[in-house]
């Protein structure tokens, strides 16, 4: 569907999404695959933020951080897995201009205060090992608070800008995006205004970039200080310890930068579409659905919280 601009270009009002495959065959599995990962994905984030809710003694920093982490991964979920599970359904999956812009901005949004959100936590978690007896003083509610303001306030200046850049592109000729979802790359690929192209895929490489480095910088540092601190650790007791509070965010943190990095270093060429899909897959539907998992399965504090609000429910 197009319709007549000022300057005699046409211009897209509805996007195709073409999904994840087009083989008749994957349809029906993919869609019951990614239906339950989408159940399994709300239900256990939900479930953990009703845990740190209700259970007071997970009222503390790294929990604070840990609800905001669920909250935005349930968010983040809603966004585009509804509408990828219609393309396995429907023969034509479409979407207005204004509903991708509006997927667009809500994915970025998430992702960057996703990236921000580890990156406090990496400091969270530094400042309980490195500067224990100063910890409470350090991470004090208001601290904690301000981070996450400022981690939402980040993901929404980095989500205005990606959305700015897409929304003053031309689409023409082609309506048709190879991807699941509203993606910055998939539309840039589309454009049919050559100058706003080329800067806006500037613009949005340098966003991404910057993101990325000023978070893995930030957290590999705190783990750089967290290292030093236990190789000076007397007791292979206390070493264990500090490893084990750090162990799930390293294993997150690994997957969310891990694939999401793998998804956007392939090379721009046709046959390199299908691969991006697949590493997006990850960082867009896995990475919700085990986080949860990772920070529940060897967590005393949430089986107890578990064990607690099963007694609560029974009386």
């Known amino acids: 569907m197009v319709k007549k ?19 008749p065959e994957l349809q029906l599995p993919l869609f019951v695959l990614f239906l339950v990962n989408y159940v399994v994905t709300l239900m256990g984030n939900l479930t ?9 003694h997970l009222h503390t920093p790294m929990y604070f951080f840990l609800f905001n982490l669920s909250c935005i991964d349930f968010c983040y979920s809603c966004v585009f897995t509804p509408k990828m599970l219609m393309s396995f359904v429907l023969t034509k999956n479409t979407i207005s201009f204004t509903g991708c812009m509006t997927q667009l ?21 530094y400042v309980a090992i490195c500067q224990p007896l100063l910890y409470m003083f350090v991470m004090s509610p208001r601290i904690c608070s301000l981070l996450m303001f ?50 806006d895929e500037l613009v949005s490489a340098v966003l991404v ?39 799930s965010h390293i294993i997150t943190v690994s997957l969310f930068y891990g694939s999401g990095l ?7 060429s046709a046959e390199s579409v299908d691969k991006q899909k697949f590493f997006s897959v990850f960082y867009t539907l896995v990475v919700p659905m085990v986080n949860p ?16 609000t099963l007694k609560k429910l029974k009386h």
Request: aromatic letters at 12%; glycine letters at 4%; proline letters at 2%.
């Open 48 to 56: 953990l933020m009703n845990l740190i809710c209700l259970n007071s």
């Open 150 to 199: 400022c981690s939402y306030l980040m993901g929404f200046a980095g989500a205005m800008a990606h959305t700015g850049c897409m929304i003053r592109l031309h689409f023409c000729d082609s309506n048709i995006i190879n991807h699941y979802m509203c993606d910055i790359f998939p539309l840039i690929q589309l454009s049919c205004s050559s100058t706003y192209t080329y800067v």
């Open 209 to 247: 970039t910057t993101v990325v480095i000023v978070s893995s910088l930030f957290i590999l540092t705190s783990y750089a200080l967290i290292l030093c601190n236990i190789v000076r650790m007397p007791s292979s007791k206390g070493w264990f310890k500090a490893m084990g509070t750090c162990g």
């Open 105 to 125: 901005f809500f994915f970025c949004f998430f992702v960057n205060s996703e990236s921000y959100v580890l990156t406090a936590m990496a400091y969270d978690r």
């Open 5 to 23: 601009t000022i300057d005699n270009d046409s211009s897209v009002t509805e996007f195709i999404l073409l999904g994840l495959t087009e083989q």
């Open 293 to 308: 998992l990772i920070y529940s399965l060897r967590n005393k504090d949430i089986k107890l919280a578990v064990q607690r």
């Open 262 to 268: 793998l998804t956007h270093i392939q090379p721009s």
